[in-house]
């Protein structure tokens, strides 16, 4: 079975690569984009199986960059996880426009 390809958005360089180590070790393909407009570009390009992003990522809000993300999917939208996040609001927001936001204490790797 090939890995499945994975987007993440985060823009901590330090957490981003250790999201990204984890993941490839549990045999996903990551691209790691640290913006809004990186993310949607690499995205358009890679054609990921699932989308992993911190909803905190500054120059934009989850509600409307997920469903963005969500419609680089076609027909069948993309699944988008947002990872748990310091501030209520922004969680509901994504949670809103579409992704499953993960809650505090949850293991990434089993959402997957």
Known sequence: MSPKRLLLLHEDRILGDLLREKLEMANFTVNV??????????G?????DVVVL???????SPATLIPSLRALGGEKPLPVIALPASRQLIADNASEAGATVMPRGTNLLDDL
């Open 44 to 48: 358009g390009e890679r054609q990921p």
């Open 33 to 42: 984009a640290r913006s809004a407009d990186a993310g949607l570009k690499l």
């Open 54 to 60: 911190d909803p905190l990522l500054p120059g934009t």
